[in-house]
């Protein structure tokens, strides 16, 4: 069964860290390109960063740009998601997806996605 699990969330302080992770069974995401997204209450899921299977490209979005850095091990079939200075606005539920080989932000585009891990900051 192909399936994505998405760890490491939790009820975090303002200004805290929490780092995320996605761990891939059933096939291997080296060829996979993996997304970050989040679906914040009553909002619509956005994409928060991606990172491309072949040469390391990653994307951010502004709101992350500069707290947060994606990257991945394929050895462990895992991609991480590392959120520094945590904000109440990063109050969310996070998941992870895979697309074959290409790396971009149309969700429509994804083909596995994960359950999503809750985050919440708040002091």
């Known amino acids: 069964q192909l399936q994505l699990v998405e760890s490491g969330g939790g009820l975090v302080q303002p200004g805290g860290s929490l780092r995320l992770s996605c761990a891939a069974s059933?096939?291997?995401?080296?060829?996979?390109?993996i997304g970050w997204f989040r679906q914040a209450p009553g909002k619509e899921r956005e994409g928060v960063s991606c990172?491309?299977?072949?040469?390391?490209?990653?994307y951010y979005a502004d709101s992350v740009k500069g707290r947060c850095t994606i990257s991945r091990d394929n050895a462990k079939n895992t991609v991480y998601l590392q959120m520094n200075s945590l904000k109440p606005d990063d109050t969310a539920v996070y998941y992870c997806?895979?697309?074959?080989?290409?790396?971009?932000?149309?969700?429509?585009?994804?083909?596995?996605w994960g359950q999503g891990t809750q985050v919440t900051v708040s002091s």
């Open positions: 997806a895979a697309i074959l080989r290409t790396l971009t932000t149309n969700q429509a585009l994804y083909d596995y």
């Open positions: 059933g096939f291997t995401l080296d060829y996979y390109a």
């Open positions: 990172i491309s299977s072949s040469d390391g490209s990653t």
